[in-house]
């Protein structure tokens, strides 16, 4: 089936830097990638919409200059998390949608410790 | 984007089949269930989706009703590993988006 997979499954940062999450979609094209962010024993929270080759789409609350989005190829977008700060430790989720648009599918997760 | 209503939570034991209802008052025409399992520390795993009526595949049921107003996971005899948060998703067909209730966490006893 399709896959979905982010690098890294885990990070530790100091406080003040940056750090990017990758996500791939192995075997399908994606034109649509979501970002996920969940606290323990929480749900998921959606963060924003990425598009291939235009500006990702933030939910409300999100600020998007510290959580920049990028998705250049229809395989690949990626989060950074700028001048992370602990209270931005959570785990990160992306999923992809193909072409066909009715299944979506979820990457591994990203464990983001800022130190 | 159409809210979905699960149980918090919800125990079985070791060989029992377990009924998870989700209901989705406001299904838009061309939205889609899908159902999502979830281990701690992992990203969500697709179970099944469908539209109406039944889907069946090699893990699982699910039930549509007429009116697409709600949806059952079925899961036939569950083992330990299934202990996980069950999602019910009704996402829009045409971009994707699908925003997270609160899932059933479902404890599976020996």
């Known amino acids: 089936g399709a896959v979905v997979s982010q690098h890294p499954s885990r990070v530790i940062c100091k406080s003040g830097t940056s750090v990017k999450i990758e996500c791939r979609s192995l075997d399908f094209q994606a034109t649509t990638m979501f970002w996920y962010r969940q606290f323990p024993k929480q749900s998921l929270m959606l963060m924003a919409t990425s598009n291939e080759g235009s500006k990702a789409t933030y939910e409300q609350g999100v600020e998007k200059d510290k959580f920049l989005i990028n998705h250049a190829s229809l395989t690949l977008s990626t989060l950074t998390v700028t001048s992370a700060h602990p209270e931005d430790s959570s785990f990160y989720i992306c999923?992809?949608?193909?072409?066909?648009?009715?299944?979506?599918?979820f990457g591994e997760g990203s464990w983001l410790t800022v130190v | 984007l159409a809210k979905t209503t699960q149980p918090i939570s919800m125990d079985s034991y070791e060989g029992q089949e377990v009924n998870i209802t989700c209901s989705h008052n406001?299904?838009?025409?061309?939205?889609?269930i899908t159902w999502y399992q979830q281990f701690p520390s992992q990203g969500p795993r697709f179970i099944i989706q469908?539209?109406?009526t039944k889907v069946t595949n090699e893990v699982a049921s699910l039930f549509i009703p007429a009116d697409r107003k709600s949806s059952t996971l079925s899961l036939p005899r569950v083992s330990l590993s299934d202990t996980a948060v069950y999602y019910c998703?009704?996402?829009?067909?045409?971009?994707?988006?699908?925003?997270f209730g609160q899932g059933t966490t479902l404890q599976v006893k020996p």
């Open positions: 406001n299904i838009a025409t061309n939205d889609y």
């Open positions: 999923s992809a949608s193909g072409r066909a648009g009715n299944t979506i599918y």
């Open positions: 998703l009704v996402g829009e067909s045409n971009t994707g988006k699908l925003i």
């Open positions: 469908g539209y109406k």
